[in-house]
């Protein structure tokens, strides 16, 4: 079992950039892919990026594809989401999550964190 907590969300300008956090207990991490997500008021969860267990595999939205990269350090148990660029449509909360595999799919995903809220506004 794995604990997740993020960190690192905020409010910021459009073209600005924020990097979260996503810290896990345990010394189990680097045996779970990480994905992070994101929900807007009224919408339904959505994929954002996804990084394997060892860190050699990733994949994004074609949204965020050029702006935003996940990346993980198993020796700190942390996965990382580096967001430049932003625009006001990327703001909602966003929850970085643990499987088996990494996925497009939220069902994919045991372990979830409790979010933090990003907002893009000037």
């Known amino acids: 079992q794995v604990q997740l907590v993020e960190s690192g969300g905020g409010l910021v300008q459009p073209g600005g950039s924020l990097r979260l956090s996503c810290a896990a207990s345990g010394r189990t991490f680097s045996t779970y892919a990480v994905g992070w997500f994101r929900q807007a008021p009224g919408k339904e969860r959505e994929f954002v990026a996804a990084?394997?267990?060892?860190?050699?595999?990733?994949d994004s939205a074609d949204s965020v594809k050029g702006r935003f990269t996940i990346s993980r350090d198993n020796a700190k148990n942390t996965a990382y989401l580096q967001m430049n660029s932003l625009k006001p449509e990327d703001t909602a909360v966003y929850y970085c999550?643990?499987?088996?595999?990494?996925?497009?799919?939220?069902?994919?995903?045991?372990?979830w964190g409790q979010g933090t809220q990003v907002t893009v506004s000037s």
């Open positions: 999550a643990a499987g088996r595999f990494y996925s497009v799919r939220t069902a994919e995903y045991a372990y």
């Open positions: 990084i394997s267990r060892s860190g050699g595999g990733t």
